[in-house]
């Protein structure tokens, strides 16, 4: 059994750049830590403590995130992840609200760590098509974030990242002495 995995989905590489700094800050030999793609991952894998990362998907996270969470017992359990659009700490709280309620309560879960994620071009042009459709005040803040989600995550969003890795990693072994 591993003592680290970072199991990660990720569609524009903001999560995946997320989950490489994460495996990189874990306190622990490279035999001992596994870094893995949900697409590429077949369940042989354990691990006491997982790393499982996101992209925000309509405020949650998705199916295959949902189907790992689900599925694990008596581990260790911290969530991470980017999102475009909803660069706000009540929007992370919602996004681990609702990813945490499929951590089985025989976990000891760690806590999470979301930071805002660039989203495509595509993207862009889709909210400027919305204009004199819709509210143009309203497209304008939109595209305000988008604009402001270039640089992410940014140096700054990778250090906190960091800093969560120790947090957990800190609560984790604080956890094994109470048992």
Known sequence: MLKYLVIYASETGNTKKLAEEIYKALPSSKKDKALVDVRTWNGTLDAETYFIG????RGSCTLEIIDILSSLNHRNIALFGTCG???AKGYYSLLEQNASVWISD?????????????MTDELRAKYESYRGKCD??????????????????????????????????????????HV
């Open 54 to 57: 996101f992209w925000a998907n």
């Open 85 to 87: 659009t909803g660069n």
């Open 106 to 118: 025989d976990n000891n879960y760690l806590g999470s760590y979301f930071c805002q994620g660039k």
């Open 136 to 177: 143009d005040e309203k497209i304008d803040q939109i595209i305000k974030i988008f604009d402001s989600a270039k640089n992410h995550p940014s140096r700054e969003d990778l250090q906190r990242a960091h800093q969560f890795v120790n947090e957990c990693y800190l609560q984790a072994k604080e956890s094994l002495l």
